[in-house]
């Protein structure tokens, strides 16, 4: 079973930047593709964005296209996400996930 801790988040401006990371510990976490969730208050969790095991292929969901920046380092078993142009309607909490492993997750508040 992997561990996964997030930090990072906090309370910023619209229109501001924020870098959250994923800490991942366990024997096999560089070999799977590890995913960005969040989920609002009173809404479903929602995918966020996906990074491939290289590194080499993200994915992201409409919404964040173009502000939001996926990226791991696998020698420091760590997966970033860079959220720039931040609006008040990404306000969450932001989930890793590998798999079926997911982490605490860790609080966004973007407030205009």
């Known amino acids: 079973q992997l561990q996964l801790e997030e930090s990072g988040g906090r309370q910023v401006q619209a229109g501001e930047s924020l870098r959250l990371s994923c800490a991942a510990s366990?024997?096999?976490?560089?070999?799977?593709?590890v995913n960005w969730f969040r989920q609002a208050p009173g809404k479903e969790r929602e995918f966020v964005a996906q990074?491939?095991?290289?590194?080499?292929?993200?994915h992201y969901a409409l919404s964040v296209k173009g502000r939001f920046t996926i990226s791991r380092d696998n020698a420091k078993n760590m997966v970033f996400l860079q959220m720039d142009n931040l609006q008040v309607e990404d306000t969450a909490v932001y989930y890793c996930?590998?798999?079926?492993?997911w982490g605490q997750g860790t609080q966004v508040t973007v407030s205009s």
């Open positions: 366990g024997p096999t976490v560089n070999d799977y593709s």
């Open positions: 990074v491939n095991w290289r590194g080499t292929s993200t």
């Open positions: 996930n590998v798999v079926d492993d």
